[in-house]
């Protein structure tokens, strides 16, 4: 009878962008245009490069009266929730801290996607605060899930079974969710 944590950490995956408006719209779409900024000022190609990724997906499932709380579980971009979703009072929101290796994400692009049990299904653009949080109105019997994509560029040479590419990796990205449902 507790909080369960599911935690779920991808392999590395690529994409290929070999058209600029493709990549440069997915920028905008995140809130990460200064990315494109940084690409063009580099002189970066502007066609045939590539993108590694990971998702790190977090999930918090209620069991029996669902004591306990969320934790850090120093994933490298991670969500965490300020109270107990399934036991607090939640009429003046939930709060939530995102953190990127360990440190609160502040003024960062959060989307929100709710779905009531009657199958209605919302979008949200949230930003965090100057402490990395944000506030979500919530409703009851509705299922969460929060997203946020932190980019820069790579951090590790590629892997050996990506040295025979020709396209040339030149950004990753980090994709932290949470996943949650509210009860009455």
């Given at each position: 009878n507790t909080l369960v944590t599911l935690i779920h950490e991808t392999n590395e995956n690529f994409v290929t962008y070999n058209k600029w408006q493709k990549f440069n719209n997915?920028?905008?779409?995140?809130?990460?245009?200064?990315?494109?900024?940084?690409?063009?000022?580099?002189?970066?190609?502007?066609?045939?490069?590539?993108?590694?990724?990971?998702?790190?997906?977090?999930?918090?499932?209620?069991?029996?009266?669902?004591?306990?709380?969320?934790?850090?579980?120093?994933?490298?971009?991670?969500?965490?929730?300020?109270?107990?979703?399934?036991?607090?009072?939640?009429?003046?929101?939930?709060?939530?801290?995102?953190?990127?290796?360990?440190?609160?994400?502040?003024?960062?692009?959060?989307?929100?996607?709710?779905?009531?049990?009657?199958?209605?299904?919302?979008?949200?653009?949230?930003?965090?605060?100057?402490?990395g949080q944000i506030v979500l109105a919530t409703y009851p019997k509705t299922k969460y899930l929060l997203n946020a994509v932190k980019m820069r560029e790579p951090t590790a040479m590629d892997s050996s079974k990506e040295k025979n590419e020709k396209k040339i990796l030149l950004w990753e990205s980090l994709w932290g969710s949470l996943t949650f449902m509210t009860p009455n």
């Open positions: 997915f920028l905008i779409e995140k809130n990460l245009s200064h990315i494109a900024k940084t690409h063009l000022d580099k002189k970066f190609v502007t066609s045939g490069f590539r993108e590694r990724y990971v998702r790190y997906a977090k999930s918090l499932v209620s069991s029996g009266d669902a004591r306990g709380e969320d934790i850090s579980h120093n994933l490298e971009i991670e969500f965490v929730l300020q109270v107990n979703p399934y036991k607090s009072d939640l009429k003046n929101g939930l709060p939530i801290k995102l953190y990127y290796k360990g440190k609160p994400l502040v003024k960062f692009q959060v989307e929100v996607f709710s779905k009531t049990l009657g199958g209605i299904v919302s979008k949200d653009i949230l930003v965090t605060d100057n402490h």
